[in-house]
């Protein structure tokens, strides 16, 4: 079964650093993409970044509202994806949800199919 | 950025009915759409790929049509586990966007 466990959430100041966590099993980690997504309280979703498998690089892609700011990194020996936040802003109040992105080997696209059940982050002084 | 937007915000049905929502984008997308159901203070469950193929586990009912900038996802015969929010995204090109949901309520 697969299942996607995210952590480290909490309370933290504006201009400070948390690091979030998302623990995966159920399938081989390495071998896919993973994201983040998150959803302010109240408000609809928004897509923060992704991370692709190391056969296709290990590269990243951002949000503009984040980009600068957050890092997705993995480490696939332990089967966690992480998204580092820096210099938060109360505008980065939400719930942060991490999702398995599938390759489509036709379109060169992916999607997502596998959600985690979020971690809040709530920044405010 | 892709803007996706939704119709209706929200709605209200019975148990049987059938139920369309509406998902158009600002420019053309082929069919890199996605469907998301999110019941309250729980995650999202993904629904739908590739405009129409069901994700594993989904029930029939629920399908999915469209191309390019016009989307639509069908709820056949609404059921008490139906009423959630809806969202619709697209994995066109970065960023990926997600349209701002359409709430279906029980009339």
Known sequence: ???????????????????????????TFGDYAMSWVRQAPGKGLEWVGF????????????????????????????SIAYLQMNSLKT????????????????????YFDYWGQG??????? | DIQMTQSPSSLSA???????????ASQGISNYLA???????????SLI????????GVPSKFSGSGSGTDFTLTISSLQP??????????????PWTFGQGTKVEIK
């Not at chain 1, 984040?66 to 696939?76: M, W």
């Open chain 1, 51 to 78: 991370i692709r498998s190391k056969a296709y690089g290990g590269t990243t892609e951002y949000a503009a509202s984040v980009k600068g700011r957050f890092t997705i990194s993995r480490d696939d020996s332990k």
């Open chain 2, 49 to 56: 790929y590739a405009a129409s193929s069901l994700q594993s």
């Open chain 2, 35 to 45: 469907w998301f159901q999110q019941k309250p203070g729980k995650a999202p469950k």
């Open chain 1, 1 to 27: 079964e697969v299942q996607l466990v995210e952590s480290g959430g909490g309370l933290v100041q504006p201009g400070r650093s948390l690091r979030l966590s998302c623990t995966a099993s159920g399938f």
């Open chain 1, 119 to 125: 971690t809040l982050v709530t920044v405010s002084s």
């Open chain 2, 14 to 24: 019975s148990v049987g009915d059938r139920v369309t929502i509406t998902c158009r």
């Open chain 2, 81 to 94: 586990e139906d009423f959630a929010t809806y969202y619709c995204q697209q994995y066109n090109s970065y």
């Open chain 1, 91 to 110: 505008e980065d109040t939400a719930v942060y949800y991490c999702t398995r992105a599938l390759y489509y080997y036709a379109n060169g696209n992916y």
